[in-house]
């Protein structure tokens, strides 16, 4: 595991967009695995900048989303698809065919599941993968349990997540109950995972999941065991 500290959230966005900029260039038709939340923003607002200013070139890169809200339409302003396609993707010259994010309208949830599975496999798995980190511990939204779970799955949300995640909807009772992730067994696939961390508030559970026990109440401690960690980070551990 590599730590980078750096000074500030826009340090730490910047670092971690070299790096994904880095892997663009060196693999133009890499699978990047991708984020939502308040952390990834200025790591996107850093690559649209660099498409803009030096020609970062998307044109085949291939993006799949860690989550989505179950119930939530892609025009919802909170779900995720309307995330990514409004921070990043309109704003690069990415193929909208070329991005996924789980649908979280499908009439067959598990099936969507099983598909997205599929399609990762297909594409012969994520090249670099970015994650944030919960209060909870949580990385997609794979919720603190008794187990890791492997596939791409439906999951109720904790009240912690619930919680946290009220602040972008009108009310607590808008934020839906359920949602797609991404399982544990894409992401530790990743050839390559680079995790962002900001705010004093985050410093406990990035304790915990770096340096604590390897256990599915804390789910990114399984990251401790990935080949390629880079965390990036303005807190001090
Ligand atoms: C969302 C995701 C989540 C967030 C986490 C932190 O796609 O993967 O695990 O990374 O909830 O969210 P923020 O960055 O808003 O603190």
Known sequence: MKIIKATNYDEMSKKAASIIAAQVVLKPNCVLGLATGSTPLGTYKKL???????????????TFNLDEYVGLDPNHEQSYRYYMNNNLFNMI???MENT????GMAPNIEEECANYDKMISDFGGIDLQLLGIGHNGHIGFNEPGEYFQKGTH??????K????????FESIDMVPRKAITMGMLAIMQAKKIVMIASGEDK???????LFGPITPRVPASILQIHPDLTVITTISL
Request: charged share 20%; hydrophobic share 40%; proline share 2%.
């Open 48 to 62: 649209v900048e660099w498409h803009n200013s030096i020609d970062l070139d998307f044109s085949n890169v291939v």
């Open 93 to 95: 010259n990415i193929k």
């Open 100 to 103: 996924h994010v789980p649908n």
């Open 154 to 159: 439906c999951v109720t949300l904790s009240e």
């Open 161 to 168: 997540t619930i919680n946290a995640n009220s602040r972008f």
């Open 203 to 209: 410093k406990e559970i990035l304790g915990k999941a």
